[in-house]
């Protein structure tokens, strides 16, 4: 009994000490650092949807991405999108993801994407303050298609 009172003693002091000191807990670990609805994956190629502007005095390192709430179905010709830093080709946390075979079950599912380890270690970019991380259109959806992008991360 007086352990699971410790415990509980110890989270209040924990979190009352991250209200007073005004700790952002996006700054803390790993979390959801922007949510972005009705992304448009049938936008022509080339398109860049800004996700999260880092912003000033901070650095952003991405670890995922996850795509839901789809509009509609993939048709045919399915899209193809990059994601990274702005003013560059947008690859520099992912390359070409085709997002085939999305259907209505979709908008109760999530797509997760991000760079996964295989036999070597996986490098990505961290994202320095004032540039902007994107979604990049490689090739466009063949009908109205949107969704919401969450974008998780560490913010330091």
């Given at each position: ?12 002091c ?5 209200l ?12 959801l ?11 022509v ?13 901070k ?5 995922e991405v ?8 993939e048709?045919?010709?399915?899209p ?16 070409d993801?085709?997002l ?18 295989v ?6 970019d961290?994202?320095a ?11 466009a959806n063949?009908a ?8 998780y991360?560490?913010?330091?």
């Amino acid at each position: 009994m007086f352990k699971k009172i410790a415990k509980q003693w110890m989270v209040v002091c924990l979190l009352v000490a991250v209200l007073v000191m005004g700790a952002d807990l996006k700054e803390s670990g790993l979390s959801l650092i922007r949510s972005t609805t009705t992304v448009n994956l049938a936008a022509v190629a080339g398109t860049e949807a800004v996700l999260y502007s880092v912003p000033k005095g901070k650095t952003f390192m991405p670890t995922e991405v996850r795509l839901r709430a789809f509009s509609a179905d993939e048709h045919g010709t399915p899209p193809i999108v990059t994601f990274g830093i702005n003013d560059t080709t947008a690859e520099d946390f992912l390359g070409d993801q085709t997002l085939s075979n999305i259907t209505a079950n979709y908008a109760n599912e999530v797509l997760t994407l991000k760079p996964l380890q295989v036999a070597t270690p996986v490098t990505t970019d961290i994202i320095a303050a004032d540039a902007d991380f994107v979604m990049e259109i490689t090739q466009a959806n063949g009908a109205a298609l949107t969704c919401t992008v969450d974008v998780y991360g560490i913010l330091f």
